[in-house]
């Protein structure tokens, strides 16, 4: 007979990966331990082992959990039928949105993926390149012919922005929804008038 799964199975996984994704930001994945983690959710050893195999296996689906998600917020917004200047602010806002009260996944995704497997680090990298695709769409329209088929260029003015949303959100942990909308703003002027155009 088949094993069933208890009601509460979804909140104990996110209670997991939630913890998980804290104690590897702040000691270090190399410094967590499966004893550790157990101790930090407040379960036996036995139960996380019920949940997943390995402390890779916890990484890997905090991670995937947290991109997919990101991913698929983002990538389902509808701004085809947007201007150009409107769709490229509703994207950069969005994004900064998503990212609120995710710092320490966040933290984890650029400091951990070379411990996951090969696969597993092409199947997080789909998701990325899902999201640049994207907003590089949304930044082509808005150029109007500039770049020409230049896709270099384009890519590389692609990850400046994600770039400059990094960083912001890296040091403005305390930025209020109103602060996270102001710099959207600046971001989408400065890309589109330049700095002298401010």
């Given at each position: 007979m088949a094993r069933t799964i208890a009601k509460d199975h979804d909140q104990k996984r996110s209670h997991i990966l939630d913890t998980a994704a804290k104690k590897f930001a702040t000691e270090g994945y190399d410094r967590v331990s499966m004893t550790k983690l157990a101790a930090a959710c407040g379960v036996s050893k036995a139960t996380?082992?019920?949940?997943?195999?390995?402390k890779e296996a916890i990484l890997f689906d905090a991670l995937d959990?947290?991109?997919?998600?990101?991913?698929?917020?983002?990538?389902?917004?509808d701004v085809e039928s947007e201007a150009p200047e409107e769709a490229l602010y509703h994207v950069v806002r969005e994004i900064l949105m998503?990212?609120?009260?995710?710092?320490?996944?966040?933290?984890?995704?650029?400091?951990n993926l070379s411990n996951l497997s090969g696969d597993q680090q092409a199947i997080l990298r789909v998701y990325q390149r899902d999201l640049v695709e994207f907003l590089s769409k949304v930044v082509e329209r808005n150029a109007q012919g500039v770049f020409a088929g230049d896709k270099e260029k384009?890519?590389?003015?692609?990850?400046?922005?994600?770039?400059?949303?990094?960083?912001?959100?890296?040091?403005?942990h305390a930025a209020t929804?109103?602060?996270?909308?102001?710099?959207?703003?600046?971001?989408?002027?400065?890309?589109?008038?330049?700095?002298?155009?401010?």
């Open positions: 996380i082992y019920h949940y997943y195999t390995s959990t947290y991109l997919h998600d990101l991913r698929d917020r983002v990538c389902a917004l998503a990212y609120e009260g995710s710092d320490e996944i966040h933290r984890v995704q650029t400091t384009l890519r590389g003015i692609t990850m400046s922005i994600f770039g400059m949303l990094n960083t912001y959100y890296m040091w403005e929804r109103t602060d996270r909308e102001t710099y959207a703003l600046l971001v989408t002027d400065i890309l589109l008038r330049g700095v002298r155009g401010l």
